[in-house]
């Protein structure tokens, strides 16, 4: 095309696709929902009180359990993957008889009601934390002296997070970090013409064992097998509902190459849902039978996870921020601007719900892909003043992390089709010290980052002391 048609002018140029549309609302072709993808089992998340209860002098009320098993039961019924149970009392309950139990869950959380140092109830948190069960401690003020020792536990490699607080939303943040790990046990990752990163995250034995994720290898022809095998009235159906209909407009690609690219998106959907998988990645994602920008953009906006470029650390990144914040992730080639303290991030595919599946689609066009000027690609406005987390999940053991604010967005031709620039705190630095001396490798390795909307830098924290990794801020 030669000049940009907006969604009306272009929708409105072929009847076929207004009939399109209607076959799709009847026999439902198309999906908003990703209620295809397999299913995670609730986590399963054991809860302990211990401490002095009823009346006397520095004890809790009794009735103050009541309150927080209400409030687990509203948690429980919000997130809709999470399951408490157990509920014991320590005392008068034994902690020798409630330690088997635990190491039957998922995580342990543990509510400190009042405790001196050298009380039998800070032994008996000392004993759970020792299981070695991801472990929540929440500590609400004036619960005795016994907080002091409560650090010790994360020196020693613990996997514990502490909450001494009283605000109950606290509780909720950490709740949902403890979902990470157990999710990604259950995962499965579709992986087309071979993964590419750090040495580690490319390794499916070494994933296996340290992150439970098993990788499903597909080949290119498998891929191009599954994409002729969808029916052409469902690509059609597929583009007019999730892209012609929603888009600002479409710019260079044809009606074809839109229908083609949504043919590949059913085809991998079709994949996936048959090998069990919840994410992809694709060292293909440029080649045939269709460029992945809108195909990984739809999954992201259905809270799964399409990577591009083959790029494992990056997918594994997405899976772990998807899981603890419900978010998507975008990938970013980053560059540089110290003259305005930035870090411009920009790539040719993203999500349009950036915050998250429940969230609105931001305003879009479509355009080709950049470098080739062929395929399909998104432009995606990111939103002005939105705080933004740069993270990377790197050699299975560290996740790089730095925070920034998106203050502008630009279309500049020498770059990919989404971008936006993050002030960050110091741009000079960060360019120099670029993977912080604990990232090496290849272009992709090095280069790419994901780009998650607001602030979880002191959330992923808490994560690291759940599942034994390292934070290092890259500053």
């Known amino acids: 095309m030669d ?23 009847q026999f439902g072709r198309t999906e908003e929902n990703g209620d295809w993808a397999p299913k995670l089992p609730p986590v399963k998340i054991y809860q302990v009180y211990i401490g002095r209860t009823g009346g006397i002098y520095l004890s809790r009320p009794t009735g103050e359990i009541d309150k927080f098993q209400k409030y687990l039961a509203g948690l429980e019924a919000k997130l809709g993957d999470v ?23 998922d995580g342990v959380l543990v509510f400190h009601l009042q405790a001196h140092g050298g009380d039998a109830p800070l032994q008996a948190m000392t004993d759970i934390v020792n299981v070695g069960v991801q472990t929540a401690v929440f500590s609400q003020p004036f619960s005795g002296h016994g907080w002091m020792y409560f650090p010790r ?42 993964p590419v990163g750090t040495a580690a995250a ?29 029916p052409l009235a469902d690509a059609e159906a597929e583009a007019e509902a999730y892209w012609f209909s929603q888009a600002n407009q479409v710019v260079e690609p044809s009606r074809e190459e839109v229908i083609n690219s949504a043919r590949f998106y059913l ?60 978010v998507p992730g975008f990938i970013s080639d980053p560059v540089f601007d110290v003259s305005q303290d930035a870090l411009i991030h920009f790539h040719c595919t993203s999500a349009t719900k950036m915050d998250g599946p429940q969230g609105e689609r931001l305003p879009f066009t479509i355009r080709t892909q950049t470098d080739s000027g062929q395929g399909v690609s998104l432009d995606v406005e990111n939103r002005i003043g939105q705080p933004v987390t740069c993270a990377k999940f790197i050699n299975l053991d560290t996740m790089l992390i730095s925070t920034g604010e998106i203050f502008k967005v630009t279309h ?34 090095l280069l790419h980052r994901a780009v998650f909307y607001g602030d979880h830098k002191r959330e992923i924290e808490d994560l690291s002391h759940l599942m034994g990794f390292k934070v290092v801020e890259e500053v």
């Open 3 to 25: 000049c940009p048609i907006s969604r009306r002018g272009f929708i409105g140029t072929t009847t076929a696709g207004i009939g399109t549309m209607l076959l799709n609302a």
């Open 83 to 105: 399951k408490f149970v157990g509920g014991d009392i320590i005392p008068p309950a034994e902690v020798e008889s409630v330690l088997p139990k635990i190491k039957e869950a």
């Open 153 to 194: 536990w994360q020196k020693e490699g613990h996997k514990v997070v502490l909450m001494p607080s009283s605000n109950w939303s606290d509780i909720e943040k950490v709740v949902r970090l403890m979902r990470v790990g157990p999710h990604l046990k259950n995962t499965k990752i579709l992986v087309v013409r071979g």
């Open 202 to 230: 490319c390794n499916a034995d070494l994933i296996k064992e340290k992150l439970g994720c098993e990788l499903v290898p597909v080949t290119v022809e498998e891929t191009l097998k599954e994409h002729e095998a969808v």
């Open 267 to 326: 085809a991998l959907k079709n994949i996936m849902r048959r090998e069990g998988c919840r994410a992809v990645t694709s060292s293909n994602c440029m080649g045939a039978p269709a460029k992945g920008c809108l195909a990984f953009s739809k999954l992201n906006d259905l809270g799964l996870v399409g990577a591009c470029e083959g790029d494992m650390d990056s997918t594994l990144t997405m899976l772990m921020f998807g899981y603890a914040f419900d």
């Open 412 to 445: 500049d031709k020498l770059g990919c089709r989404t971008q936006f620039w993050t002030k960050v705190a110091n741009a000079d630095s960060m360019f120099r010290n670029w993977g912080a001396g604990v990232l090496e490798g290849g272009v992709m390795a």
